[in-house]
């Protein structure tokens, strides 16, 4: 089982991402340049967190044109997981394999902090045995992380159960007050239409290991494992 | 295209005085082109040559069994054990930062942040120190959102957490903001690399940013002297590009895995003209750089201003000979510019071709062995004794101490300073065990079982009153904060703002913070081995409060035992460590200044061998898992402090009822909010109460019992009362609600 973690010029949470994977959950994992253009031996990818080409046009909208990006999106439509994490989310987005777009926190400001996340779905790779209605601990670390859609998409998210996660209160209710970025409908996570790929603001690889203030992410990466053994199995 | 004539009026205009311009003609044998006069302007700076300042920070002690390299390269070095070290220093970028906010802070973080991987690190943390005016000065606002989103914007996007700092507020930085800021990297000791020039023949090889004629430092001439096409004034801060930073980062690092290159230095302040000339000094060596294989932003560009250009994210290195491919093989890869410029040659001459011919040819043991130093005068200031004169019987009692502690808790000083914390993003590389908002920061280090706190501060107004005190108390504060969560002190790094050095007064500030900081660096047995000095922090002849700032770095061998400010349980007993170090010490306290206005009298005397005693207390009791929470007596007094432990955790509010530690027949607002310098607030289950007695004895510190955590108040016996909800909304809101910033 091999995971692999995508580096782009600006990437600066794959490190996190390849010693959460590597060292806390145990799994192999291994750096992909972005001017790679073949995925072949991977089972699970990873797209981090970044400021991929500083985010200086469009968050991802740069990234996107990368060579490996075409091998993701392969590996997707062969039903591979791929979770896209804060700047990895945007560049899904830009990429088109998720729908939607991120724009402002509605603040103005950066915004570094743990926030709460209610699940949706227990559909996808990186969910499954997470029952909807769970609370999840999560930090959040992003300038630009204020979902966009229109509302046609938005309903048809919700419909065809693509709303893997929203902002909540300790709790678990959905409330405007625990939305920290104005994401429309409170989402910080979405997944594509048959839930292999999914994109989230949140970061589950800085939250691993209880020393860390949480372990709650680890229970993402913990699904993956156990789903790519299923699918092997 | 005419050079203007050098004389001794230009090198005037360059801030050379007519003694140091005679020193050029000596050393040269004749004048000198416009290109040399301008090396030795920047190389003879104040902010270069550290003329003013050299006497003094020799008083430091640089050296201990752990220091790997002391002050005069581009960052301290010190050992952490298991072959690894720490990396750091800080740096200030004041002036820049009153200017454009938002640049002037971002390109700070950016210096700073080479200067530690020039030297090998990876970075993995960053703090600063923030000194702004009255909050309801009309620029104020304006300054804290642009250095705040400036730090943030550089930080975060490089991807190194900002973990901690400090932001204080005071009127004497109305017309001059500080801006200090700090990184830190860890090395494998077999990585470190230093700024030489060694090995003639070897190329001298420039990476990252094109250059621009961005930052040269003649912000005082019209272009127009030096180019007869009269250009537009540039403005002279630099723009920061953090995502080639990380790209040159990125690429630094894996150049250093390989054994390619000799020595690698950051093109920082004078750009090109330092970074080439300090390696040369260095290495006892020579060179010759061709400027038409620089590469350029900007067309037409003069040998000046290449010379002096301060772009950003630039980086000079001296390569093995004939691994030149391998260097360009690494940055091409990175997306960025690599062009070999020259060769170390071994006459001792630093020589310049532009367009063919020489425009610059300096013997560099000169430049750099015969640099001014002066000792400058100094003399304690008329007004000192007026200003350390202060009665406290004549200060009004409030009429309610419950308000007035309200009060305190949420002047921006004391507020939290979340607003500014969650813009820098504080967890990434996840390393980081204690977030801010705790006395000291706490990063653990991958691969072993130890930590790395973290604590940056100054108490200026403690040091505008007495410097030597005030210069002993930040030393000595900076290393209880480190004690507090439960690490030994390993080495600091120092920010020295002050005045105009011309100054006789600005001078014995100078001389007075160094030797009190050099006392407590002693007594403590903590080196000094990195920093910066910057003067002239004045506007209109007012000058800033004295304000060594200082970053004190501490190792924790077992990063489990870390300790943090905030109360942990109920029922834990609370307990004052150092309580014989009380007294009514009103002089330069925040209650003074916030309450009645006034920055007055002495400020608390400070006891070495006590502290020394205290601090290593504090790491035996945090080992040995006997307290839950320890956190120091600093602005705001017992009352304040103990708030702190009360309302910062990371769980919410929690009250506690304890005794007042003053004799009852105390001034109450006094015994609340009086300052000390030696005491520190203790919690800890019931059952560690007798082995932490024990301990106390052992080390002679006298300790208290004072009452319990728990309940919905804070309640300081027959001196006040408060809900402790009610005091942490106060407190949370405090900081924008002061500054009139959106929440």
């Keep these: ?230 699918r092997t199995a | 295209m005419k050079e203007k004539p050098v004389t001794s009026f230009l090198a005037r205009e360059h801030g050379l005085s007519d003694a140091e311009y005679g020193k050029v003609l000596e050393i040269l044998g004749r004048v000198p082109t416009l290109t040399e006069l301008g090396i030795f302007s920047v190389m003879w700076s104040e902010h270069c040559s550290y003329k003013s300042s050299r006497v003094h920070l020799k008083k430091f002690p640089t050296k201990g069994p752990r220091v790997l390299q002391g002050p005069g390269e581009n960052a301290g ?18 002036h820049p930062s009153f200017i454009e906010p938002y640049q002037g802070a971002a390109t700070g973080v950016g210096g700073i942040l080479r200067d530690v991987f020039t030297m090998g690190a990876r970075p993995i943390a960053s703090l600063n120190s923030l000194r702004f005016g009255r909050p309801e000065h009309p620029r104020t606002r304006y300054l804290v959102s642009g250095v705040v989103s400036g730090i943030a914007g550089y930080g975060n996007c490089i991807g190194v957490p900002t973990v901690g700092g400090e932001v204080s507020f005071d009127e004497c930085y109305d017309g001059n903001i500080l801006v200090n800021a700090f990184t830190l990297g860890v090395v494998r000791h077999e990585r470190i690399w230093l700024g030489t020039a060694a090995g003639v023949g070897n190329p001298v090889v420039y990476v990252g940013s094109k250059t621009g004629r961005d930052g040269i430092h003649g912000a005082t001439m019209a272009s127009g002297e030096f180019d007869e096409k009269s250009e537009e004034k540039r403005p002279t801060v630099q723009v920061g590009d953090p995502f080639t930073e990380k790209l040159l980062l990125e690429a630094c690092l894996e150049l250093m895995r390989t054994d390619a290159i000799v020595g690698i230095q950051d093109m920082g302040a004078a750009g090109l003209t330092s970074s080439s000339f300090e390696m040369a000094s260095r290495a006892g060596t020579g060179f010759v750089m061709d400027l038409d294989r620089v590469p350029q932003r900007e067309e037409g560009m ?133 977030l801010p908002g705790s006395d000291a920061a706490v990063l653990r280090v991958k691969g072993t079982g130890k930590g790395i706190a973290l604590s940056v501060d100054c108490n200026s107004r403690y040091c505008s009153l007495d410097p030597f005190v005030g210069g002993m108390i930040a030393v000595c504060e900076s290393a209880r904060n480190v004690a507090c969560s439960g690490a030994e002190p390993i080495g600091l790094s120092d920010c020295l703002n002050f005045g105009n050095p011309e100054k006789p007064e600005v001078m014995w500030q100078f001389r007075s913070a160094i030797e009190g900081m050099a006392k407590a660096c002693e007594a403590l047995g903590v080196p000094v081995v990195s920093g910066n000095v910057s003067f002239y922090n004045e506007t209109m002849g007012k000058g800033i409060h004295p304000t060594p700032t200082v970053a004190m770095v501490g190792l924790l061998e077992d990063a489990s035992k870390r300790r943090v400010q905030g109360f942990s349980a109920e029922g834990d007993l609370i307990l004052l460590a150092g309580a014989d170090r009380l007294g009514l010490h009103l002089g330069g306290s925040l209650y003074l200044k916030e309450v009645h206005g006034k920055v007055a009298g002495t400020p608390p005397p400070v006891d070495l061998a006590h502290e020394k005693r205290l601090q290593e207390f504090l790491r035996e009791a945090a080992a040995a898992d006997l307290v839950a929470s320890a956190h120091d007596l600093s602005e705001g007094g017992f009352a304040c402090a103990l708030a702190e432990s009360c309302i910062s955790r990371p769980g919410g509010a929690i009250g506690a009822r304890v005794l007042s530690p003053f004799p009852e027949a105390t001034r109450p607002d006094f015994a609340m909010f009086s300052e000390c310098q ?64 959106e929440g």
């Design chain 2, 678 to 741: 030696g005491a520190v607030l203790l919690s800890c289950p019931p059952s560690k109460r007798d082995a932490l007695l024990d301990l106390s004895r052992r080390f002679r510190i006298t300790i208290m019992e004072l009452g319990v955590v728990g309940g919905e108040h804070i309640d300081i016996e027959g001196l006040a009362r408060v809900g402790a909800a009610e005091l942490r909304t106060a407190w949370s809101e405090g900081f924008a609600t002061a500054l009139g910033l």
């Design chain 2, 77 to 94: 070095i010190v050992d952490i054990g298991e072959g690894l070290a720490v990396v750091f220093k800080m740096e200030s970028h004041n």
């Design chain 1, 1 to 230: 089982m091999k995971t692999a973690v995508l580096v782009f010029p600006g990437s600066n949470c794959d490190h996190d991402a390849y010693h959460a994977l590597k060292h806390v959950i145990g799994v192999d994992a291994a750096f992909v340049w972005h001017k790679e253009s073949s995925l072949d031996g991977f089972d699970a990818v990873v797209i981090p967190g970044g400021f991929t080409y500083g985010d200086y046009l469009r968050s991802g909208a740069m990234a996107k044109l990368s060579p490996v990006m075409g091998a993701v999106r392969r590996f997707a439509e062969g039903g591979g997981p791929v979770i896209g994490i804060c700047n990895g989310f945007q560049i899904l987005l830009e990429a088109g394999l998720l729908p939607g777009a991120m724009i402002v926190n509605d603040s103005l400001r950066f915004i570094c902090d743990y926030v709460h996340l209610r699940a949706g779905t227990d559909r996808t790779p990186f969910t499954r045995g997470i029952p909807e209605g769970t609370v999840l601990k999560i930090p959040v670390a992003h300038y630009q992380g204020n979902y966009y859609a229109d509302e046609p998409t938005l309903s048809g998210l919700e419909e065809r159960r693509q709303v893997v996660f929203r902002y909540c209160d300790p709790e678990g209710e959905v409330t405007s007050a625990s939305n920290p970025n104005g994401s429309a409908r409170n989402i910080a996570g979405i997944c594509n239409e048959a839930g292999n790929v999914l994109g989230m603001m949140p970061h589950p690889e800085r939250c691993t290991e209880e020393v860390l203030g949480s372990a709650d992410g680890r229970r993402l990466f913990d699904a993956m494992v156990a789903w790519l053994g299923e």
């Design chain 2, 302 to 434: 003069t040998p000046y201003e290449l010379m002096l250009s301060e772009s950003q994210e630039r980086m000079l290195i001296v390569a093995k000979k004939g691994r030149e491919g391998e260097v360009r093989e690494i940055f091409e890869k990175w997306d960025l510019d690599v062009s070999v410029i020259g060769e170390v040659t071994g006459d001792g001459i630093g020589r310049v071709r532009w367009r063919g011919k020489v425009v610059a040819e300096i013997p560099i043991a000169a430049l750099t062995d015969q640099a001014p130093v002066y000792d400058r005068p100094a003399e304690r200031p008329e007004g000192q004794d007026a200003l350390q004169r202060l009665d406290p019987a004549g200060l009004p009692a409030p009429s309610d101490l419950g308000e007035t502690w309200v009060r305190l808790m949420s002047c921006p000083e004391m507020a939290d300073k979340k607003w500014v914390y969650r813009q820098y993003d504080h967890m990434i590389r996840t390393n980081t065990l204690v």
